[in-house]
């Protein structure tokens, strides 16, 4: 069914096809009309979840992992801070394989305090074990979070996946929205190891120093294993309901001398950048990441690559550029972009392809002499 | 492309006239965004949003700079705030008064929303409803089909005197 | 630190003096809030902060979490208020305050240490550094400017929002009772606490101006109605404060160590109290509220009003 909406309301959207049993939630600016939109569908009688309005993020993740570990479907949404204060426990939502999934909306960290578009706060979660995808319109988050569910419960993941958005700038437009009957293609859940009073065991209890390391491997094997399924899942959505989604959105890679790599909405806006770029005869490409855990094996051989960081790792470097240079032992010129919501344009992108140089770093906003 | 920065005030429905706008265009078989710029929520400051409208796919999230058209739903909000930066040589300003305006090298349009409203007693704590009418008179500028205008309203709005006062601003406002 | 086992007696009689040397406290002209600040039209947070940081004066540090207050302060490069304002974490204010008021009390110097909250940063996500603030005797003044949901995030439920109260996440009305924060408060056993009203400048004033007498935590609770929040048109703000406190909903007393002393306009209240829907009537967040509800919030109110005239009256 078509219609329009913003992306917040989008990922609601899709919540309410998979109908968790518990969604356990705490407001936060830019991600509050997620969970108000749940809030009126559970009231309404139109999602028969179960809506706990919790008194803190920490322990909204911790309300998921009890209501998870029941066997039944969670999810939760937060931004920025929100994010962080749960820190410890998202952490354990992964150690626990616990299959919940969250929206996360992309927001700075203060202080000062700032509402608007960045990505360290969900960067700041990549060692957790959380599988990672960023999206950057309207329907891409409805359809991720979809599939994201499908990917956390398949028995060989059971991992939680966490769905990013930018805030503001994707959080609260309007783009058009297709919605689907989500029908089978999500299963019913089956968590393996759900509490069962008939089978009685203990749970993430003390455990030596002969054993740890081996629960540790198991996620990082079952984070390997998810690249195979999130390809199939991702296949399966396209026969379906015809929209392809891969571990990057590449525009115009082919035959690119130079690729732009970015996430979210600036990921997208690129390509307007590499359409100028083209005009002019330089041949650009724009590789929008997708999933950032797992982290894919980019095709960036031979290619010059402008990163594009919309968050930073004080004392080392943009996240991305750093992963990417561990992937490919390549330089790349590593932009620092639209922090706190700094305004970036397409004009912008396309003067950092036009003024690159290989091998250095480039604030926007603060160097000059780029 | 074509883009239009709507300026008004928190709580008077600026945003919502830019998801209605969008909406009327999607109908119309285009593809449209919308998109506000927040600052924390605040009733009576001045804010402005965007909307985009294209034959093909909108890819572009980053402000409008050079709009194609200008609406001022508050026309108070022109003393602190620059309507007109960035607006196209040549492009269209529709301000919400019950009096002509004149913008030198642009054209220049006006239609009373609020006077509208008022005789409709559309009017939302406090504030006349100056979203759904000036969808009316953006119809009458060939922005967005009568027909589309009409279905997005009924699909936001229950009142049906909304689309009233879109009709009466088609009326009221010059083509 | 303080030697508890003198404070009690050299706390009473230090304070004994000061009362008598502030009978009648007159309200000082000078304003620490300046010209444009970015609150909503009726506002009843910085109406409370103008009289709270007039009873303070300027030897005084705010520290602020994530609330309504921060967005009011204005964005930088300016700062609305003229007093130091401290911005911290949601869940941290007393905790930052503690350390806060530990360092300056070190230092020999007297500032005044004002956490400033809202009611989500007070019952919900604040209650945990709040409680360890006041079980450790930490001398600050930690006020709650209750508008009874999430201002700042747009009107999200909270532990303060009444029974039967619509908010964006209870769009047919909250099921659970409100929290009684300053029963939590009581059982911490503070020096003083005391509940005020923004409708109510005077004895929100003179209540401040106590508190910040005595060393060791203390607490205000302020009723804060809130235009858009509780959806009435923005003029009628200290109206709706004052229908709160005639209709007993919200109650004006005071605890010096543990003895209740009832404010007068509460007192009269009790005695002629007016009908609760006269309160709940003008505001959209209780539009098409169940009669039943508006039953159980009458009966809450009477059982709270006479458990707190029985502990006035208890020796």
């Known amino acids: 069914m078509k219609k329009i909406s913003t992306g917040n309301k989008a990922v609601a959207e899709a919540v309410k096809q998979l109908v968790p049993a518990v969604v356990a939630a705490y407001p936060i600016t830019p991600q509050t009309e997620i969970v108000e939109q749940i809030a009126e569908f559970v009231s309404s009688g139109e999602l028969k979840s179960r809506y706990i309005a919790v008194e803190s993020e920490h322990s909204a993740m911790a309300a998921c992992i009890g209501a998870s570990i029941t066997g039944v479907r969670t999810f939760t949404a937060t931004s920025s801070h929100g994010l962080l204060y749960m820190h410890e426990m998202t952490n354990w939502a992964a150690g626990a394989r616990l299959p919940i999934v969250m929206a996360n909306v992309n927001r700075s960290l203060g202080p000062g305090w700032n509402i608007w578009a960045e990505h360290t706060d969900a960067l700041q979660e990549r060692d957790t074990g959380w599988l990672q995808v960023y999206v950057s319109t309207v329907q891409e988050a409805y359809d991720a979070t979809i599939m994201a569910f499908r990917i956390a419960e398949h028995n060989d993941v059971l991992l939680p996946v966490m769905v990013n958005l930018d805030g503001f700038l994707l959080s609260h437009i309007m783009q058009p929205l297709d919605t689907v009957d989500v029908g089978d293609f999500v299963p019913p859940i089956h968590l393996p190891h759900a509490i069962d009073v008939k089978n009685p065991t203990g749970y993430g209890g003390l455990t030596g120093p002969d054993q740890q390391f081996k629960f540790r491997w198991d996620i990082e094997r079952s984070i390997r294993d998810s690249v195979k399924f999130i390809e199939a899942t991702e296949k399966e959505f396209a026969k379906r309901f015809g929209r392809k989604y891969g571990f990057t959105e590449d525009y115009q890679c082919t035959d690119a001398d130079v690729i732009i790599v970015a996430m979210g909405t600036l990921g997208k806006e690129a390509e307007v950048a590499v359409d100028l770029l083209r005009k002019e005869g330089i041949r650009a490409g724009s590789m929008r990441l997708r999933w950032l855990r797992p982290f894919p094996k980019l095709d960036l051989k031979g290619k010059q690559v402008v990163v594009i960081d919309r968050d930073y790792s004080f004392g080392r470097g943009g996240i991305l550029a750093t992963e990417i240079m561990a992937q490919t032992k390549e330089d790349v010129f590593s932009v620092i972009a639209g922090l706190g919501g700094q305004e970036v344009t397409y004009e912008d992108v396309a003067g950092f392809v036009r003024k690159r140089r290989m091998g250095e770093e480039f604030w926007f906003g603060v160097n000059t002499n780029v | ?175 | ?315």
């Not at chain 2, 006349?128 to 009568?146: F, R, W």
């Not at chain 3, 300016?78 to 070190?106: D, E, W």
């Not at chain 3, 003044?141 to 999200?156: K, V």
């Open chain 2, 1 to 175: 492309m074509f883009e239009i920065r709507i300026h008004s005030r928190g709580g008077q429905g600026g945003v919502t006239a830019a998801r209605l706008l969008a909406l009327a265009a999607i109908h119309d078989g285009k593809y449209a965004t919308a998109a506000p710029f927040y600052g924390a929520e605040r009733r009576g400051a001045p804010i402005v949003s965007f909307v985009r409208i294209d034959d093909r796919p909108i890819r572009i999230y980053s402000q409008i700079k050079k709009p194609d058209m200008v609406i001022v739903l508050d026309a108070s909000v022109m003393d602190v705030v620059d309507v007109l930066q960035g607006l196209k040589a040549g492009g269209r300003v529709l301000v919400n008064s019950a009096h002509p305006r004149e913008f030198k090298g642009f054209v220049s349009g006006h239609v009373d929303l609020t006077g509208i409203a008022l005789k409709e007693n559309l009017v939302v704590a406090g504030s006349p409803i100056l979203n759904t009418p000036v969808i009316g008179a953006l119809a009458k500028q060939g922005i967005v089909s009568v027909d589309s205008a009409k279905k997005a309203i009924r699909e936001m709005f229950s009142d049906e005197r909304n689309v009233k006062v879109a009709e009466t601003a088609y009326e009221e406002m010059s083509a």
């Open chain 3, 1 to 315: 630190m303080i030697d508890p086992r003198s404070h009690d007696s050299v706390h009473r009689s230090f304070h004994n003096h000061l009362q008598e040397l502030n009978t009648i406290p007159e309200i000082p002209k000078e304003e620490f809030i300046l010209k444009c600040t970015s609150a909503c039209a009726g506002c009843s947070d910085s109406l409370a902060l103008r009289y709270v940081l007039k009873a303070a004066g300027p030897d005084t540090v705010l520290v602020v979490p994530a609330c309504c207050t921060s967005v009011i302060q204005g964005i930088y490069p300016n700062t609305a208020f003229n007093v130091p304002v401290y911005n911290i974490a949601f869940a941290s204010a007393a905790a930052c305050a503690s350390g806060m008021s530990n360092a300056f009390r070190a230092a020999g110097k007297k500032t005044n240490v004002i956490a400033y909250a809202g009611d989500g940063g007070t019952l919900d996500i604040g209650i945990q550094a709040m409680s360890g603030a006041f079980e450790r005797g930490t001398d600050f003044l930690y006020i709650c400017y209750d508008n009874e949901a999430y201002g700042n995030t747009g009107m999200q439920r909270s532990g303060g929002t009444p029974l039967g109260a619509r908010t964006t996440t209870t769009p047919t009305g909250k099921t659970d009772n409100k929290k009684d924060i300053d029963a939590i408060i009581a059982a911490h056993d503070p020096p003083y606490q005391a509940t005020a009203c923004a409708a109510y400048p005077q004895d929100l004033f003179k209540k401040v101006a106590k508190a910040l007498t005595f060393r060791g935590p203390t607490f205000i609770h302020i009723l804060a109605p809130c235009p858009p929040g509780w959806r009435y048109s923005t003029e009628k703000s200290v109206e709706m404060g004052k229908l709160a406190v005639k209709s007993g909903m919200w109650v004006l007393y005071e605890r010096e160590y543990g003895k209740l002393t009832i404010g007068a306009q509460s007192k009269a209240a009790i005695k002629k109290p007016i009908p609760l829907e006269d309160y709940l009537a003008p505001q959209g967040r209780f539009k098409g509220i169940d009669p039943k509800t508006v039953e159980i919030l009458k009966q809450r109110i009477a059982k709270n009003l006479a458990k707190l005239t029985a502990e006035e009256a208890a020796p």
